[in-house]
Nanobody, 114 residues
Framework: VQLQASGGGLVEAGGSLRLSCAAS????????ISWHRQAPGKQRELVAP???????DYADSVKGRFTISRDIAKNTVYLQMNSLKPEDTAVYYC?????????WGQGTQVTVSS
């Protein structure tokens, strides 16, 4: 399983970015995927999970601003990030769970300037 995350960049506070996580193969239909982030000096944290059935949840810090979604036909999961804040600055990772195994994408840097 290979996951390729992309879409990060530098944006001003209040701006938007859309992250993508593309998979090698049609594996999002029956497996859970989630976005995580890790800021400098902090532990990696869960941002938004998406279950195999399409259920979503969000960390309190991003609720109402971020949206996770998937396009099964394109084997891609997205994280739409709106109203970005400097505290959203981090490396963002997608993670796929297949049974008892977890697979991580390589991470994409998001930097929000004040």
């Amino acid at each position: 399983v290979q996951l390729q995350a992309s879409g990060g960049g530098l944006v001003e506070a209040g701006g938007s970015l859309r992250l993508s996580c593309a998979a090698s193969g049609n594996i999002f239909r029956n497996n859970a995927i989630s976005w995580h982030r890790q800021a400098p000096g902090k532990q990696r944290e869960l941002v938004a999970p998406l279950t195999s059935g399409g259920g979503t949840d969000y960390a309190d810090s991003v609720k109402g601003r971020f949206t996770i979604s998937r396009d099964i036909a394109k084997n891609t999961v997205y994280l739409q990030m709106n109203s970005l804040k400097p505290e959203d600055t981090a490396v963002y990772y997608c993670r796929l769970r297949v049974g008892f195994n977890y697979y991580w994408g390589q991470g994409t840097q998001v930097t929000v300037s004040s």
